[in-house]
């Protein structure tokens, strides 16, 4: 069994929660209370209840309040999505770092404007993927990029559920609704994380099923990837109107690597699994339950302490919000919208 080699150091950095939806209620509050090295020092919320509930040091009814608290050193956006842009470059021009939940922004452009503002700044800005900082996925990437299967040939990532509640900003298109945006994410996401910078994406075909011609429902696509050392295809399922399930696999010349169960891309305080192929043989390695949220938090933290903290690279938002608009894209020329 794989524990977590992470240690958080024992800095501490004050955050600032911008929102208490159902993400910030359920989940990532406690982590963060949990965290070694950080404190939910102030939470924001349009009903300032709901910011109490996330029992930070003083609760805002007011994101701006919130951002102009000089005892806030960094700032977690958990809005709805088409709200990030906006909070992220108030939050830096307050000169707070930023980690901004998925998607990070709503296309490749900003994603790049965002990241210049951020540089310019001088300050962090991270898009909270939180799988990425899942011991599993760390070590997917210490497995392709040793050659464990060859080289990447085939990709195949799923993420759909059926139960979005009616009223959430996700059937919302102005909003950044659409199951793209909130689960498609996240194969792409595990896939640019294995592959280097260099990788070039193309979407081939794709398709959604909107609603009232409004959100995708279902996006489908297709796309070839290529750098110098590996050429290959892949495809990608997101939904909100299908059976819930999550799937990883990734072939290469030389095996495969597959995620069993269906928390691919959400394992959660519980142990997973990831099992291999190569040369005929399979096996199966395990890893301890861990609370991917806490272990984002504290590496972001000791990163702005200057204590190391791991952290994804600006360019994996970028390529993965580049793959997103060109499936966009693909799907509206498909004209099979129905
Ligand atoms: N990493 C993950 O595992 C994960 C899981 C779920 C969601 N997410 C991401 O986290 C973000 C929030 O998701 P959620 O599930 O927490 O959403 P939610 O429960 O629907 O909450 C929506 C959030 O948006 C805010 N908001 C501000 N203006 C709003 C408006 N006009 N209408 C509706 N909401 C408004 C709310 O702020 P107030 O609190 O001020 O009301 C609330 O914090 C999204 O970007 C989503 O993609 C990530």
């Known amino acids: 069994m794989r524990e977590t080699g992470y240690m958080a150091t024992q800095g501490n950095v004050n955050w600032g929660f911008i929102g208490a939806g159902g993400l910030a209620t359920t989940a990532t509050a406690q982590s963060m209370h949990n965290a070694k090295n950080a404190t939910l020092y102030a ?5 300032k209840n709901r910011a109490e509930s996330l029992s930070p040091k003083i609760a805002y009814d007011s994101y701006e309040k919130l951002i102009q608290d000089p005892q806030v050193d960094a700032v977690y956006i958990s809005l709805n999505n088409d709200a990030h842009l906006p909070w992220i470059i108030k939050s830096l021009d307050a000169g707070k770092h930023v980690l901004c939940e998925k998607p990070m922004v709503m296309n490749a452009g900003d994603t ?3 990241y210049e503002h951020a540089q310019n700044k001088g300050l962090l800005l991270v898009e909270a993927v939180w799988m990425l900082w899942h011991p599993r996925t760390q070590r997917l990437q ?6 464990a299967i060859g080289s990447p040939t085939n990709y195949l990532g799923t993420f759909t559920f ?3 509640t009616p009223g959430n900003y996700r059937l919302d298109p102005t909003k950044g609704g659409g199951a793209l945006y909130d ?3 996240y194969p792409l996401h595990a896939l640019v994380a294995l592959l280097t910078e260099d990788t070039n994406y193309t979407v081939t075909t794709a398709h959604s099923e909107k609603l009232d011609k409004q959100v995708d429902m279902t996006m489908k696509a297709q796309f070839n990837f290529d750098n110098p050392q590996c050429k290959g295809s892949g495809a990608f399922v997101a939904s909100f109107a299908m059976h819930p399930s999550q799937r990883f696999v990734l072939k290469g010349t030389e095996g495969e690597i597959t995620l069993p ?6 394992s959660y305080n519980e142990e997973s699994k990831l099992t291999i192929t190569t040369k005929g043989k399979t096996s199966t390695e395990k890893f301890s339950a861990v609370d991917p949220y806490q272990s984002m938090f504290e590496n972001m933290s000791d990163r702005i302490s200057g204590n190391g903290g791991w952290l994804p690279n600006p360019w994996q938002s970028v390529q993965v919000a580049k793959i997103v608009d060109q499936a966009f894209k693909s799907a509206e020329a498909s004209g099979e919208l129905p």
Do not use: K, M, W, Y
């Open 261 to 266: 169960g269906d928390q691919a891309f959400t």
């Open 183 to 185: 689960v498609g994410i």
């Open 142 to 147: 210490e497995l392709v990029s040793s050659n």
């Open 162 to 164: 059926d139960s979005v």
């Open 43 to 47: 939470a924001a919320a349009r009903d």
């Open 112 to 114: 790049i404007t965002a």
